[in-house]
C-alpha cells in the first residue's frame, strides 16, 4: 500500500512569508507526528497528533508554528512569518498506534531566503 | 525529555562490531531504532518491549533493560551498507499521551 507522502518534496520562501506544508499519512494509523531536522543534526520533535485527542503541542519552537489534522487524516503544518532559521527538513511520520513503527515520509525541504 | 545516545559518532573499517546505547531518565514502555541514511527518511530496524528481550535484525540485534532504562544495540561484523545516523526512541507517558521521543542520533560509517 501508500506510504506517508508529503507535499511540498522542496519549498524555498523568502523571509516573512507563511508556508504551508501537507501530510498524508498511512490510511488507518491514528498516531502522527511532525519532526524539523536541521542539515546534519538529530529529530526535533514538533508536534503529536493521536486519533482525536487534544495534540501534543509541547515541541513547537514559537507561536509561529501550528499544525492541524483534519478527520483524523491529512495534517497540514504551518509556519507564519518564516525566518531564516526554520530552514530545514520538516518530517512526518505516522503510525497504527503510539506504540508501533513510525513510518516516516520523505520529507519536505524547506529553505527560507 | 530527550534520551541520550553515545557515542555520538563511530567509525568503524568493514567487519568490525560496534555498539550503541541509549538511555533515559524515566520509565520507559518501550524502545525504537531508527537508521537514516544520508538525504532519506529514517527507517525503522526494531522495537524492544518491556521484558528485557534482544531482538535481532540480520547481524543488527538490541537489548532492553527495563530496570535501568537502557538500550543497546549491537552491529556486529559491520557492513558499508550500515553507514548512517542511527536514532533510539523512548516511548513513555507524558502529559496523559504515550509518545515517542527521539534520541540526538549516532552517525555510524563504516570504510573499507
Known amino acids: 500500500g501508500a506510504g506517508v507522502s508529503q507535499s511540498p518534496s522542496n519549498k524555498v520562501t523568502e523571509k516573512g512569508k507563511d508556508v504551508e506544508l501537507r501530510c498524508d499519512p498511512i490510511?488507518?494509523?491514528?498516531?502522527l507526528y511532525w519532526y524539523r531536522q536541521s542539515l546534519g543534526q538529530g529529530l526535533e520533535f514538533l508536534i503529536y497528533?493521536?486519533?482525536?485527542?487534544?495534540?501534543?503541542k509541547s515541541g513547537l519552537p514559537s507561536d509561529r508554528f501550528s499544525a492541524e489534522r483534519t478527520g483524523g487524516s491529512v495534517s497540514t503544518l504551518t509556519i507564519q512569518r518564516t525566518q531564516q532559521e526554520d530552514s530545514a527538513v520538516y518530517l512526518c511520520?505516522?503510525?497504527?498506534?503510539?506504540?508501533?513503527?513510525?513510518?516516516f515520509g520523505p520529507g519536505t525541504r524547506l529553505l527560507v531566503l | 525529555q530527550q534520551p541520550v545516545q553515545s557515542p555520538q559518532a563511530v567509525i568503524l573499517r568493514e567487519g568490525e562490531d560496534a555498539v550503541i546505547n541509549c538511555s533515559s531518565s524515566?520509565?520507559?514502555?518501550?524502545v525504537h531504532w531508527y537508521r537514516q541514511k544520508h538525504g532519506e527518511a529514517p527507517v525503522f530496524l526494531m522495537i524492544l518491549l518491556k521484558g528485557g528481550e534482544q531482538k535481532g535484525h540480520e547481524k543488527i540485534s538490541a537489548s532492553f533493560n527495563e530496570k535501568k532504562q537502557q538500550s543497546s544495540l549491537y552491529l556486529t561484523a559491520s557492513q558499508l551498507s550500515y553507514s548512517g545516523t542511527y536514532f533510539c526512541?523512548?516511548?513513555?507517558?507524558?502529559?496523559?499521551?504515550?509518545?515517542?521521543?527521539f534520541g540526538t542520533g549516532t552517525k555510524l560509517q563504516v570504510i573499507p
Open positions: 511520520a505516522s503510525s497504527r498506534t503510539s506504540a508501533e513503527t513510525q513510518y
Open positions: 490510511s488507518g494509523h491514528t498516531a
Open positions: 524515566k520509565a520507559l514502555y518501550s
Open positions: 526512541g523512548t516511548e513513555r507517558k507524558s502529559g496523559g499521551y504515550q509518545k515517542v521521543t
Open positions: 497528533f493521536q486519533g482525536n485527542s487534544a495534540p501534543d
